[in-house]
């Protein structure tokens, strides 16, 4: 079970019996919730999804996006969690987040998750975005193109292949 997916109740963590120290009772529980709730109520806006996706869990995303959360919920700097994931590579999350069709063109931030993959240097997850539908063609906040952000020949090429050349 992960993080109450299982049978043993939503957001029941004693059924990971995989969690080493686990609570196994109610009384045990008790002096935990507290911290619990002060850690998913952040205040900057960091929503428990773009903690998972910044840390590269995607179980634990897949498991959030199937139980509703937001998957462009942004925090106040405007980063989403698909903008994490692109920026640190985390490609199994952005598969995840992919499923459930997040926004793919400029954020509140100014960039997009095209422009922060480039920037990292992941030539897959500069692919996965491309062929989710993200367009080459948008400039970020500082008007670069993502093609302006890299001198990585492979990356480079992936993105020409998929402008738009009515665009140009």
Do not use: C
């Amino acid at each position: 079970s992960l993080w109450g997916a299982g049978s043993a109740g939503e957001g029941d963590l004693r059924s990971a019996g995989s969690f080493p120290g686990a609570p196994v009772s109610e009384a045990q529980d008790a002096p935990r919730r507290p911290r619990v709730s002060r850690l998913l109520s952040s205040q900057d806006g960091t929503a428990p999804l773009w903690i998972a996706s910044q840390m590269g869990h995607s179980e634990v995303v897949r498991v959030m996006l199937l139980r509703g959360a937001e998957r462009d919920a942004a925090r106040k700097d405007g980063t989403t969690a698909l903008l994490k994931a692109a920026n640190n590579g985390y490609n199994d999350v952005i598969e995840e987040l992919l499923k459930f069709s997040p926004t793919l063109g400029i954020l509140k931030n100014g960039t997009s998750a095209l422009h922060a993959a480039v920037l990292s240097g992941n030539i897959k997850t500069v692919a996965l975005l491309l062929e989710a539908g993200a367009d080459p063609s948008l400039r970020n906040k500082a008007n670069e193109l993502p093609a302006e952000l890299t001198k990585n020949e492979r990356i480079l090429r992936l993105l020409r292949s998929k402008e738009d050349p009515r665009k140009n």
